[in-house]
């Protein structure tokens, strides 16, 4: 059973500044919790319990996130603001979670090298901490977990894109092996059109075994001048079976402004307290439109 997990979360945020100037992308809020939380509910509702953040500068809040908060806990308590204080307490409860600098920003593939030692020779997830994937029946982390079980090699997330989109994301070469399961040949970051073996993009959640840090290490940077994981997973495709599932459940890209604000309301929508008057509100607000 996979217990670990790996969070990335040291990128700038620069297509949100200038909020993220002093704020972390990755705690700006979906209704009234920060991204990154409910990427750790995720991974603890599929079965992980430790939890490794790699984090960079500016990013001090997250670390703050999910630490106790003894003067807030105290002055809830004495506003006997109970149902609050559950909250606030349970953020500190989630998992152990620890955290590690990434002492440059030279792209994903080389903030996921720094969890080496954590992880040490265990298969371990890894969930992109500024995304949101909500399964359907179990989380996606945990489908591809199943999937793992099956097959004991790495498995990443997959979700089928616009062609036109292709070249925003890193893309599958593969082989139907069954149901929504793929085995993988060929992995491409970001291809154009003409280039893209499929039209099924990597889609921020992965299963790895440990060997991935071979090939991290002697990954040379690609484009935008980073270690692009991508690159080390074409590399090991050619020597350990990698496989891809097109997961059941939908997800929430909150990378640009837009989509920020599209799941916001969806996710307000389904928020028991504010979900039927938001959903008036949108009624009237659309017909003045």
Do not use: C
């Not at 209704?31 to 939890?51: K, L, N, R």
């Not at 989630?94 to 440059?104: M, T």
């Not at 989380?139 to 997959?158: C, F, G, N």
């Not at 495709?237 to 402004?257: E, P, T």
């Amino acid at each position: 059973m996979i217990k670990k997990a790996v969070i990335p979360a040291a990128g700038w945020g620069t297509r949100f500044l200038p909020i993220t100037k002093s704020q972390p992308k990755e705690m700006i809020p979906i209704v009234d919790t920060p991204v990154i939380q409910y990427v750790v509910e995720e991974a603890v509702a599929s079965g992980i319990t430790d939890i490794l953040m790699i984090i960079g500068k500016g990013k001090r809040a997250i670390e703050e996130h999910f630490d106790r908060s003894p003067i807030l806990e105290e002055s809830l308590v004495a506003k006997k603001q109970f149902e609050l204080l559950e909250k606030v307490k349970k953020i500190s409860q989630l998992a152990n979670i620890h955290f590690i600098w990434q002492k440059e920003m030279n792209g994903l593939g080389d903030a996921i090298r720094y969890a080496s030692d954590h992880v040490g020779n265990e298969p371990f997830a890894v969930l992109l901490g500024d995304t949101l994937i909500s399964g359907e029946g179990e989380p996606i982390t945990k489908q591809l977990m199943d999937v793992y079980e099956r097959y004991k090699s790495s498995v990443v997330a997959l979700e089928e894109v616009p062609r036109n989109k292709v070249h925003r994301y890193g893309v599958i070469k593969g082989k139907t092996l069954e149901k929504n399961v793929m085995i993988a040949e060929d992995f491409i970051e970001k291809p154009t059109v003409e280039e893209a073996p499929s039209n099924l993009a990597i889609a921020s959640r992965y299963i790895f075994t440990p060997e991935i840090f071979k090939y991290l290490e002697k990954t040379k940077p690609g484009k935008n001048n980073e270690i692009q994981l991508t690159d080390a997973m074409r590399d090991m495709v050619k020597r350990y079976a990698m496989y891809g599932l097109q997961f059941k459940g939908k997800r929430y890209d909150i990378g640009n402004k837009l989509d920020f604000i599209k799941t916001n309301i969806i996710y307000g929508l389904m928020n028991e307290e504010i979900g039927a008057p938001l959903r008036k509100w949108l009624k009237e607000f659309s017909g003045d439109l």
